[in-house]
């Protein structure tokens, strides 16, 4: 028998990179509110616990420097907490009142009962994470009036 070659067994290939290579990432078309008028910068954004804990500031400080970006956002002053006036009731349900009441609001959560109840809401885009990214639902057809300003 004889010896088997050494070298590569395929050939190396120049890469090059055409100007189809470069893509500008997609943005959705559900980020241009201009559908509902009472959307408008700044966006008001309720965050749903499963989202983001505010309570975790103490983990987050056990973690170190690694998570310190992460620290400093839920720090941050300009995040304004909205108190509930009612006592006993599920942050779902006062989420679902609130936004109801007021429909200048996005709502970001990652809980499946919670967006099934709020897409019976015309007028409110729901904000969620997939695929560790940002997504924004469009809101439904029907709310292309707008609703109201507040």
């Known amino acids: 028998m004889g010896r088997a070659k050494k070298g590569p067994k395929f050939a190396a290939v120049k890469k090059m990179i055409s100007k189809k290579a470069i893509k500008q990432p997609q943005v959705s078309s559900a980020l241009y509110f201009s559908h509902n008028t009472a959307l408008g910068p700044p966006y008001r954004v309720l965050v749903d616990t499963n989202f983001i804990n505010f309570s975790i500031q103490n983990k987050l400080e056990k973690l170190g420097q690694k998570y310190r970006v992460a620290l400093r956002i839920a720090k941050d002053p300009r995040f304004e907490r909205l108190p509930c006036i009612h006592k006993g009731t599920y942050a779902d349900d006062c989420i679902v009142d609130r936004v109801t009441q007021h429909k200048c609001y996005i709502v970001a959560t990652c809980d499946r009962d919670l967006k099934r109840r ?24 029907a709310t292309i009036g707008g609703a109201p300003r507040f």
């Not at 809401?121 to 057809?141: A, D």
């Open 118 to 141: 709020i897409r019976k809401i015309p007028g409110v885009p729901i904000m969620y994470i997939t695929q560790h990214k940002y997504s924004i639902e469009r809101m439904p057809e």
